[in-house]
């Protein structure tokens, strides 16, 4: 193949880091604040990248869902070398489920004609992990889900999937849909020459109507499910916390003693 | 007005119903389900039919031996046609593997119903089922619940419902389901798999899990915590630090995207006690901590710490454990 187009799913996410905020009355996660792109991402833009690198061109769009027309997690993966980004945004989609989201996910990838699309097994902080399979079926695309390597190869895409014994080798042609975990590559670092290129890189930016989705297909009004109830956690209070002195050793031995371990 | 048909996807090894499987029909079981259901595919659906019929299932609708395929796609657009059919159940419930997942997103997709995942509780409640679920790597609980058309579609992770001791005997029919064309969907194919061998109990079923984390250092300190999982009869765990950094399978991992495990006991090695990694041993019975760092999110639910260089107290410990 000569050209290798490749269309990543990245989600902006508030940082994992700072304490996770609901909004009181929709018990939808806050994202109105500075929201950064997803890590679990970063692979994936990593390999979409890689993956053109070897074709010998082609282009690697992001393809995002944001409130508020948030740019800065997709100006990061612009920054790593993505061509362009599409971002829909609108408040028509506050409180969309994982389907409503893959409704949105998938108009925006069809703008983008895809030989492959790339995203992450689940995101950092919703992580229903359903997603990417719902743009699959909804784009008519075969899927492999959880990869941990990938490549490309006449026309296929070979992928090893991880599963419960240990893993498969699975063959796909394109076009196809591939998630791919964490840690499945080395995420480069922006330079600072991609970080000013970033600036001027096109993000098309796109609302429901003009993905020609219906409101009631997206957001709350599409989502067929509500929030009852966030409640505390059930707090499991901390033990006994000791220094090591040279005998932490022998407090372990007698706890398991204690609970007939050993 | 109680619940009616509930159906469970089977997944099934070596023409057994998977752990996951039975946790499932227990748990369509405990949510007073009006009638309980199976759906499994592969060569082994007959094989299994008893089990499943001694853990409660009725039924057990067959999509068939898919070969080398993946199952997302056919067993997904099979159920889609059951329900197309007529035959509308009102929950479908799934477990959170790497098949139940695909599954279930496809069905969700193909008959424009959403899905709730991760949950790790599923009550009765009227005519509808109030499914909960961590957020924030398990510091709050958020509950919910289908407001639209059934059937309802929940992922249900491992360990929420306890597998039944169950008498054998009970009779489960076997109907086959065809798989509608799959289009491309279903171009995907499996040309090899591969088994990574492990010895010992499995991770989430061991009563005792020892975990590695970053603070061992380097790989080969691995070796430390498979020796001490080993002489407890327990089984080695990973954080998703050093899984990603190469030192140990993903199998190994245990965490959001890993396993969930509940054992009785937990040894967290030089784990700091990343949300993505609480989230899936917070259910242990007793957590023993060391990690040199006191102020390592880990302590805030052990049971027992020891602030401590790993290297040091798993070295004492095992030989402690070796003087016995």
Redesign the interface.
Known sequence: MLRMNVAVCVKQIPD?AA??E?DPGT?NLVRTGKLILDDSDAYGVEIALRLAEQAGGGEVTLVSMAPNGEVSGLRTALAMGASRAILVSDEKLAGS????T?RVLAEAIKRASPDLVLAA??S?DG????????????L???????A?KVEVEGGNVKVE?????????????LP?LVTV???VVEPRYPSFKGIMAAKSKPVDQLDVAGLGLSPDQVGAAG???????????EE?G???????D?E??????A??EQ?K?? | MALGKVWVLAEIAAGAPTGMALELLAGAKSLGAGSIEAVAWGPDVAAAAPALGAAGATKVYDAGDIGSGLPGAPVGAAIAGLIGGGNVPDAILFGASYDGRDIAARLSAKIGHGVITNCVGLEAAGDGIVASHALFGGAKVVTSTFTGAKPWIFVVRAKTFAAEESPAGAPCEVESIPVPDLGRTGAATVVNRHVEERSGPKLDEAPVVVSGGRGLGQADKYAMVEELAKMLGGAPGASRAIVDAGWVPYSYQVGQTGKTVKPAVYIACGISGATQHMVGMKGSKNIIAVNKDKDAPIFSIADLGIVGDVHKVLPALIDALKNR
Request: charged share 20%; with cysteine; glycine share 12%.
């Open positions: 994992p304490p996770g609901l018990n489920d994982a389907l409503g893959a097994t689940e950092t992580y229903t992990g359903t997603t990417p399979v719902q743009v699959a079926e909804l008519g695309l075969p899927a492999v889900t959880f941990k999937r991880q599963t419960e014994a240990g893993y498969d080798e699975v063959i796909c042609p196809a975990t964490a840690g989502a067929g499910q509500r929030v009852i109830e966030v409640a505390d956690a499991r901390a033990g006994e916390i000791v220094e090591d040279g932490g050793f022998a407090k372990i031995v706890y398991l609970l371990i050993v």
